[in-house]
């Protein structure tokens, strides 16, 4: 029924005992959300909840603030708070779009208040330079998936891009403007953000794309079959698949994921006297609040304090 992949297409108990309901609940998940990521976290979130109420009795229409409430601190007991947080977004989104459906007469989960919870430092891992520099060498260039491999993660460290957005990208995305290589990538919100390419991430476009045979139509990063590039992109839990072993190729500890990259190339911009506000154009952020979760520029003054510690 869905016009999307990746969520489970399975009606959640709630909504079965009345068709309307069940019309308004595709409609909101197929009509309403744009963004599969957020399609697909809110799906899970009202999954777990509908769960919860079948194992309390409760249909839908019976559902009041003090059950969502309830909901809530039962989740905080084997959840983290911005999980919690999620899923009472969610429910709220959910509800509301009922409310407006006329499937129920108010939203329940709008008095109940979430857990308090604030971030001032993000939590992905990061790179050292000299660590980013030795996973970018380590990657050899005997074979096509190896070009392949070496210009996906340049790409998301020299324009601080989402893995999202850089599966999505065809290699007309890549393009020559003013004699420089440029990149055009497809980001949330579509937003579209066009930027030069580094002349490292430019060399390592060209051989790839070179290699390849790539057609401006074809996926810049496809997945691959029998050693030959596929038609179709690769998938991104393959490319977490592929950064992990290549880190561990190049002997990198750290258990990075594909959002490091993000996090390192924000770093190592602002350390080397980026400014802020031309980090948060790069990564396509609303608020440099949170661009300036990426930056770990603390994390070595708080290793040279803690080495004045002598014993």
């Known amino acids: 029924m869905l016009p999307v992949q990746a969520i489970d297409t399975a009606l959640p108990s709630l909504f079965l005992a009345n068709p309307g309901d069940a019309r308004s609940f595709w409609e909101y998940f197929t009509a309403h959300i744009r963004n599969a990521n957020t399609r697909r976290a809110y799906f899970h979130a009202v999954r777990c909840f509908s769960a919860w109420c079948r194992s309390n009795g409760l249909a839908l229409a019976a559902i009041g603030p003090m059950h969502v409430a309830a909901y809530v601190e039962g989740m905080l007991q084997s959840h983290s708070k911005p999980t919690v947080k999620q899923h009472l977004a969610a429910l709220r989104a959910l509800f509301d779009w009922l409310v407006v459906r006329q499937a129920i007469p108010t939203n329940p989960a ?121 038609r179709t992109p690769m998938a991104q839990p393959n490319v977490f698949l592929m950064v992990r072993r290549r880190a561990a190729a190049a002997g990198i500890r750290t258990r990075i994921n594909c959002h490091s990259f993000r996090a390192t190339g924000i770093t190592t911009y602002l350390k080397n006297g980026g400014r802020l506000e031309v980090a948060q154009q790069m990564a396509g952020h609303e608020s440099p609040r949170t661009t300036e979760l990426y930056d770990r520029r603390s994390d070595a003054v708080a290793l040279d304090e803690v080495e004045r510690i002598v014993y």
């Open 110 to 230: 709008t008095p109940v208040r979430g857990p308090r919870f604030s971030q001032r430092r993000g939590k992905t891992p990061v790179l050292h330079p000299d660590e980013m520099r030795a996973l970018l060498d380590s990657i050899g260039t005997a074979r096509l998936i190896d070009l392949r491999d070496r210009a996906l993660i340049a790409l998301m460290a020299y324009t601080f891009a989402r893995v999202g957005a850089a599966v999505a990208m065809t290699a007309g995305d890549y393009f020559v403007q003013g004699r420089r290589g440029w990149v055009r990538l497809q980001e949330k919100g579509g937003k579209v953000n066009e930027m030069p390419c580094h002349h490292n991430l430019e060399q390592f476009l060209e051989e790839w794309i070179a290699q390849a045979g790539l057609q401006p139509g074809d996926a810049l990063f496809p997945g691959f079959r029998n050693d030959r590039p596929a």
